[in-house]
């Protein structure tokens, strides 16, 4: 026992130690009037690399915090809609002084010379309700033609990194689509596929409740679709396109047929979107006595044709009684050409010339049906769903590798097929119970 007691007591400075490593950093936003700024985003950004490694929101009192940062050399950057980016003076974060307040920083207004000012009545693009933040989509001009994922770039706080999306600092969000769980297990694929003209609006709950998942303990983000309220039958059209290194294009159709009790929806939507991604790199490495550089030049250009559907029906069995069912799918068709060059040279010139071709099919549908009860006028509810979907991806990729060394080159030909298939069942019950006039009590069971 005197042994573990000593090892303890040895152990614990340097645990200590480490603890103290990570520090936190903090400060205030503030508009052009000195008032407070909420919902702004703060990316912490380290020097000279300038990738944000971590990011966070204001509170409702301007002030953020970023916890967790290691020693090193860093700035943070202040991101609003309608106002210009706002970068700190660099600073310094070391072992001895690990946490460091930002002296208060002020957002200017963006300057925009207008011919005339015509004022209309709409949504804001940010509002908070009942402890979530919302997020108007269908109030922003700039959603026409966008994707789901470039509308969640919108979203304060919330980081989307390659295929990677974090809320601040926290990944392992759980996406939604009209409060219901996407099952989809590429969801960062999906939002890309997704056209923002179908979206209403995107709740955040960065602090989410018993409710939900465990899984999503770090965020929730629940995107809610456009649906007609108006009786009768009506529908929309849309089309976008545009054009950057490539052109693109896309067309949604909804529809919406409401009598009496009965709802009947439906909405239909195509993107073609071509992307590249180019890379060069010149590496220089010394080994031993010798320098070796690596050259290498890659150029990936790929395009992807996608179709979304839901189709879906709500019907009032009596006035407290909703019985719905909702059928949706996507597929995704992508082709990629690949052409990557690496050149070595340790004294003898040496270099991979590689190029591959690569065609990947995704489908995906998923069926609901779900049932609503109002037990009172007051807000007690019963709410049933019962969820079925299937994922099935395919990847096939050919590689022709010409390798050059000492003036020959010979030629190696790959080649793989992949395939994926997930099919998901389950099924919850929800019990909501109201607690006053702003608490809710609320059980459920899930399999």
Same mark, same amino acid.
């Given at each position: 026992?005197?042994?573990?007691?000593?090892l303890?007591?040895?152990?614990?400075p340097?645990?200590?130690?480490?603890a103290?490593?990570?520090?936190?950093?903090?400060?205030q936003?503030?508009?052009? !009037?000195?008032?407070p700024?909420?919902?702004?985003? &703060?990316?912490?950004?380290?020097?000279?690399?300038?990738t944000?490694?971590?990011?966070?929101?204001?509170?409702?009192?301007?002030?953020?915090l970023?916890?967790?940062?290691?020693?090193?050399h860093?700035?943070?950057?202040?991101v609003?809609?309608?106002?210009? $980016?706002?970068?700190?003076?660099?600073?310094?974060l070391?072992?001895?002084?690990?946490?460091?307040?930002?002296?208060p920083m002020?957002?200017?207004?963006?300057?925009?010379?207008?011919?005339?000012?015509? &004022?209309?009545?709409?949504?804001?693009?940010?509002?908070?309700q009942?402890?979530?933040?919302v997020?108007?989509?269908?109030?922003?001009?700039?959603?026409?033609?966008?994707t789901?994922?470039?509308?969640?770039?919108? &979203?304060?706080?919330?980081?989307?990194?390659?295929?990677?999306?974090?809320?601040?600092?926290?990944?392992?969000?759980?996406?939604?689509?009209?409060?219901?769980?996407?099952?989809?297990?590429?969801? &960062?694929?999906?939002?890309?596929?997704?056209?923002?003209?179908?979206?209403? $609006?995107?709740?955040?709950?960065s602090?989410?409740g018993?409710?939900?998942?465990?899984?999503?303990s770090?965020?929730?983000?629940?995107?809610?679709?456009?649906?007609?309220a108006?009786?009768?039958?009506?529908?929309?059209?849309?089309?976008?396109?545009?054009?950057?290194?490539?052109?693109k294009?896309?067309?949604?159709?909804?529809?919406? !047929?409401?009598?009496?009790?009965?709802?009947?929806?439906?909405?239909?939507?195509?993107?073609?979107?071509?992307?590249?991604?180019?890379?060069?790199t010149?590496?220089?490495?010394?080994?031993?006595s010798?320098?070796?550089?690596?050259?290498?030049?890659?150029?990936?250009?790929?395009?992807? !044709?996608?179709?979304?559907a $839901?189709?879906?029906?709500?019907?009032?069995?009596?006035?407290r009684?909703?019985?719905?069912?909702?059928?949706?799918?996507?597929?995704?068709?992508t082709?990629?050409?690949?052409?990557?060059?690496?050149?070595?040279?340790?004294?003898?010139?040496g270099?991979?010339?590689? $190029?591959?071709?690569?065609?990947?099919?995704?489908?995906?549908?998923a069926?609901n049906?779900?049932?609503?009860?109002?037990?009172?006028?007051?807000?007690?509810?019963?709410?049933?769903?019962?969820?079925?979907?299937?994922?099935?991806?395919a990847?096939?990729?050919?590689?022709?590798?010409?390798?050059?060394?000492?003036?020959?080159?010979t030629a190696q030909?790959?080649?793989?097929d992949?395939?994926?298939?997930?099919?998901?069942i389950?099924?919850?019950?929800?019990?909501?119970?109201?607690?006053?006039?702003?608490?809710?009590l609320?059980?459920?069971?899930?399999?």
């Amino acid at each position: 026992m005197k042994h573990l007691v000593t090892l303890c007591l040895l152990a614990a400075p340097t645990l200590l130690a480490q603890a103290q490593t990570a520090g936190q950093i903090t400060g205030q936003l503030r508009d052009e !009037h000195q008032q407070p700024l909420p919902f702004v985003t &703060v990316l912490l950004q380290p020097l000279p690399d300038t990738t944000a490694k971590r990011a966070t929101q204001t509170g409702a009192d301007g002030r953020y915090l970023l916890a967790g940062a290691q020693p090193g050399h860093y700035r943070l950057v202040a991101v609003q809609l309608g106002y210009q $980016r706002q970068y700190s003076a660099p600073f310094e974060l070391t072992a001895a002084r690990p946490s460091y307040q930002v002296p208060p920083m002020q957002l200017r207004p963006a300057a925009q010379q207008l011919a005339s000012v015509q &004022v209309t009545g709409q949504k804001p693009l940010l509002e908070m309700q009942g402890g979530k933040l919302v997020v108007n989509v269908a109030a922003s001009p700039s959603a026409a033609g966008g994707t789901a994922l470039e509308a969640l770039q919108k &979203v304060p706080g919330l980081l989307v990194l390659g295929n990677r999306l974090s809320l601040a600092g926290r990944e392992g969000l759980t996406i939604l689509l009209d409060g219901r769980t996407t099952h989809y297990t590429d969801v &960062v694929s999906l939002l890309r596929d997704l056209p923002s003209s179908n979206i209403e $609006r995107i709740e955040v709950l960065s602090q989410p409740g018993a409710a939900y998942d465990a899984a999503g303990s770090a965020g929730v983000i629940n995107i809610i679709l456009k649906r007609n309220a108006d009786q009768g039958t009506n529908g929309t059209l849309g089309l976008t396109g545009g054009y950057g290194r490539f052109g693109k294009g896309g067309a949604t159709l909804d529809g919406n !047929h409401r009598a009496g009790g009965l709802n009947v929806f439906g909405s239909y939507g195509y993107t073609y979107r071509p992307t590249y991604e180019q890379l060069d790199t010149d590496r220089r490495v010394a080994e031993a006595s010798q320098l070796r550089t690596y050259q290498q030049q890659s150029y990936q250009p790929r395009t992807a !044709h996608v179709n979304t559907a $839901r189709l879906g029906a709500d019907y009032a069995l009596s006035p407290r009684q909703t019985l719905g069912v909702l059928l949706s799918g996507y597929t995704t068709r992508t082709a990629v050409a690949a052409e990557n060059q690496i050149a070595v040279n340790d004294g003898a010139l040496g270099r991979t010339d590689t $190029r591959s071709a690569s065609y990947r099919p995704t489908t995906s549908y998923a069926a609901n049906l779900n049932y609503k009860l109002a037990l009172t006028p007051q807000g007690r509810t019963l709410t049933l769903d019962a969820d079925y979907s299937r994922y099935t991806t395919a990847n096939d990729t050919r590689l022709t590798n010409f390798l050059t060394a000492d003036q020959a080159t010979t030629a190696q030909q790959l080649g793989f097929d992949q395939q994926t298939g997930i099919r998901l069942i389950s099924a919850k019950a929800d019990y909501a119970y109201p607690l006053g006039t702003t608490g809710k009590l609320a059980v459920g069971a899930k399999g």
